[in-house]
């Protein structure tokens, strides 16, 4: 038995190429993040971004301070900043 991904990364199973359209439809944001400086930062920044609505994966680079969101949609650049200042560290812009 084969994966039933397809080549183009979307799932055969699903319904009428569903998850090719989803992938389509996102774009990836990054973020440069001051103050992160370990597995808990990481951790901390991934729980509170990733909670937002519309995000569908968030990456932490703690080493190069730099966050990636991928989102269903434009990014609410407001509201993920307020979601790392919640968790203790300061979103100091795109990178």
Do not use: F, K, Q
Request: glycine share 14%.
């Amino acid at each position: 038995m084969g994966s039933c991904c397809t080549p183009d990364r979307g799932c055969s199973t699903g319904a009428n190429g569903t998850a090719t359209v989803a992938v389509a439809d996102t774009l990836t944001t990054v973020y440069a993040v001051s103050g992160m400086s370990c597995g808990h930062c990481e951790a901390a920044v991934t729980d509170a971004v990733g909670a937002l609505p519309g995000v569908v994966s968030v990456d932490v680079d703690v080493a190069g301070g730099l966050v990636t969101v991928t989102t269903g949609g434009a990014p609410d650049d407001a509201a993920i900043a307020a979601a790392v200042d919640d968790a203790g560290y300061e979103l100091t812009g795109r990178a």
